[in-house]
């Protein structure tokens, strides 16, 4: 095959930008952070069964809807990916995904461990990154700091918290969130590296 | 295996980063820009046969020696790798790369298509990365303006840059120069999200 600098200049497909980490860690602040200097990139906005937080908006933040559309939409294979997180069901609707990337948008998916392994399977060129607190002591007086949840939220929250740390291990990236000035640059690199990656414009070839 | 947020602060052997381009795409000024913002990451410097050219400094630029000393290191296996240029032969001497990777420390490599081969094989674990003029009209432009060629050195730099950017499908990354600065950053982001990958901290696992 003759490559051409031309072929650098036209990319493929958009790219599946997967974010997830345990409550605590930051990646709300930092996804939307990230996204507000990057017009070239979609979040994706999740359906979810529970409540809207104090400050959330309705079809930006997430798609709140009853527990009865959500199964109704799960059923009907609405979702690229769906998890049960806190007793609360989420889930990203598929078909403007599918269109998004088809168009050559990027896209940002902010979700949990159970829906990044989904992703992976689905969209093998997905690049998933995952958010670290700088601690477990941290992570647990943030939780605590919150001081919306009631006690048995912080502790559950806690718990699975360490346990998703665990899912690292699938993971491409990592972004210890020390300070969110710091965060933001490291996932702006991520996306811009991945987005030079070869790979993505021609085919592979050994 | 049970991953400790501390696994993250201790990162293993440092990473080689390749750049390689065809003569005029402006891979000399990149690197050395990239390299004087990296103060963690160092330039390995190779030896050549070929003659200082106006404002290199040897030993930082080049060690320049003579045909024979080269043939003598290269029997002695004291190159990672070698490659002939334009009648001329370049090395990257193996000992000094070893050790600073050993040390944990980023070394980057300013090698051409042949040398990014050789290091691919040893290195598995090298980042490659290819960088491009903006067009081949531009990059015959710049080749003429330097001046200081013979107008059949020009000619067969033209041929061989033609023939180097077909081999930018065995590389990991590439870098289109058209805004040096945009360049800069564009390379700063690689290295940086290369450093980011978890199988860098904790071994793969599927």
């Given amino acids: 095959m003759t490559v051409s600098i031309r072929s650098f200049t036209k990319r493929g497909p958009g790219i599946v930008f997967i974010v997830s980490a345990p409550s605590g860690a ?34 930006k933040d997430y798609h709140f809807v009853s527990e009865a559309v959500f199964k109704r939409m799960l059923a009907a294979g609405e979702f690229a990916e769906w998890a049960e997180v806190h007793g609360k069901l989420y889930g990203t609707p598929r078909r403007l995904l599918e269109r998004q990337l088809r168009r050559g948008r990027d896209v940002l998916l902010d979700i ?30 943030r939780l ?25 291990q699938g993971y491409d990236y990592f972004i210890l969130n020390r300070d969110v000035k710091e965060a933001v640059r490291r996932l702006a690199a991520i996306i811009a590296a991945e987005r030079l990656k070869v790979c993505r414009y021609i085919p592979k070839q050994k």
């Fill in 144 to 168: 605590a700091a919150r001081g919306t949840d009631a006690r048995k939220t912080i502790e559950q929250r806690w718990r699975n918290a360490r346990h998703e740390i665990q899912e690292i």
């Fill in 26 to 59: 930051g990646k709300t602040t930092l996804t939307r952070k990230v996204l507000s200097n990057c017009p070239d990139m979609s979040l994706s906005v999740s359906c979810t069964t529970r409540a809207p937080r104090a400050g959330e908006i309705p079809g």
């Fill in 112 to 141: 949990d461990v159970q829906g990044a392994r989904q992703i992976k399977q689905h969209f093998l060129s997905a690049v998933s990154i995952f958010v670290l607190p700088p601690s477990l002591d941290e992570l647990r007086r």
